[in-house]
């Protein structure tokens, strides 16, 4: 499975979205950056220190200076990997660009965030269950509208074009119109 062409696929479909006006990626474009996610600001000279994570795509809205959408791309799994992918996204305060002059900060509020994963049928395999799990436990235990999140959503598929397309739907659900 290809992570770089189900990133491909989702960021050229969401730049013909109305409302991803200012879509970012950091792997398939000729002018990538990197989608740091910070703890509080990004100091010059120390920023890397408290950077947290970094994104697949992001989508900002500039007139708000916030991230309305996270997603982040990985059709290999297990429930500690998607702990690993996921909580850091969800502990982030901001992203803010990669290059000199750049410190502008786009804030993580009422962001949704998206987790593209696949599982294949296979007889007996209880994965599709453990994910269905983490993602209600993400969804019940945490407190996300203090963290700015307003939803984490796990599209799990069955292949890669079946995860590109459930989270096609969840972005049709979170952003109508």
């Known amino acids: 499975m290809s992570q770089t062409r ?11 979205q109305p409302f991803a006006l200012d879509t970012r990626c950091d792997h398939v474009t000729e002018n990538r950056q990197s989608l740091a996610l910070y703890l509080g600001p990004r100091v ?4 890397r220190s408290l950077r947290i994570a970094e994104a697949d795509i992001l989508v900002c809205d500039t007139e708000r200076n916030t991230v309305t959408l996270i997603i ?5 799994n297990a429930p500690k990997k998607i702990c690993g992918s996921v909580l850091p996204v969800l502990l982030a305060d ?5 290059g000199k002059g ?14 593209v994963t696949c599982v294949r049928e296979k007889k007996g395999s209880q994965k599709r269950q453990q994910i ?14 203090v963290g700015g999140v307003r939803a984490v959503e796990l599209c799990c598929g069955k ?14 659900k979170y952003f109508p119109g």
């Open 6 to 16: 189900m990133i491909h696929e989702l960021f050229t479909w969401l730049r013909t």
């Open 72 to 76: 982040e791309v990985d059709p290999v």
């Open 44 to 47: 010059p000279r120390i920023g």
């Open 94 to 98: 901001n992203y803010t660009p990669s």
């Open 159 to 172: 292949d890669e074009c079946d995860a590109i397309s459930k989270c096609k739907e969840m972005v049709k």
């Open 102 to 115: 750049h410190n502008h900060a786009f804030k993580i509020r009422d962001t949704v965030v998206l987790y």
């Open 132 to 145: 269905s799990a983490l993602q209600k436990a993400i969804q019940d235990k945490l407190n996300l509208g």
